[in-house]
């Protein structure tokens, strides 16, 4: 979401200073080719704001409807009042100045918009590298873990082989010390009647 935010603002950033530079540029062609004397220009010069200088743009067919609607966007969008021409006047290029001073703005967003993203993916990076981590590591311990098991199961498997021996062993024993015990007093009677005798 954030990417597709970032995609957009910039998007608007780059078609806003685009049209921005081809105001100024129709602007100083059209200063260059009539020498300031066709009436589109002289009205764009003489628009009270910026507003009324794109509306005298499109009328002059100087920009596009587009360029102007793209322009009053960004405009309305920066949160500023849109500048005065009077502002300007005794700056050279008048309403060329404000639009390039706009276009300015418009970069030192973008700038600024690339910076923010630039930031955004670096901590996202670190955040993923850190979890990619995590993960590696809880995977490996899970596989230490199954080991262990496995050898324990192993040396289970191996002390009830050695317990089944061994209660086999004892079982065995038991019955020849059973049946010696059995022998012994036999021939102690044995022994006794003999010695009786």
């Keep these: 979401k954030e990417k597709a ?3 957009a603002s910039e998007k608007d950033l780059l078609d806003t200073m ?8 129709v602007l100083e062609k059209e200063a260059a080719d009539k020498k300031g004397q066709s009436e589109s220009l002289l009205q764009v010069q003489q628009a009270p704001d910026i507003f009324a200088a794109l509306e005298a743009m499109v009328s002059g067919s100087l920009i596009s409807t587009a360029d102007r609607q793209d322009l009053a966007a960004f405009l ?3 949160g500023s009042q849109a500048p005065v021409a009077a502002a300007y006047e005794s700056k050279s290029g008048g309403v060329t100045e404000m ?3 706009l276009q300015d703005k418009a970069k030192t967003e973008l700038n600024s918009l690339r910076k923010k993203e630039n930031e955004s993916r670096s901590n996202y990076q670190l955040l993923r590298q850190s979890l990619e981590d995590e993960i ?13 098991q496995a050898e324990e199961s192993s040396d289970k498997a191996s002390n009830e082989k050695d317990l089944n ?3 086999t062993n004892i079982a065995e024993d038991s019955k020849e010390l059973e049946e010696l015990t059995v022998e012994c007093r036999r021939k102690m009677e ?5 010695s009786k005798d």
């Design 99 to 101: 639009l390039e001073d």
């Design 190 to 194: 044995d022994y006794k009647l003999e």
């Design 76 to 78: 309305q969008s920066s």
């Design 136 to 148: 590696k590591f809880a995977k490996e311990e899970v596989q230490k873990l199954k080991a262990t």
């Design 5 to 7: 935010d970032f995609a």
């Design 165 to 167: 021996e061994a209660t």
């Design 18 to 25: 685009d049209s921005l530079k081809r105001a100024v540029g």
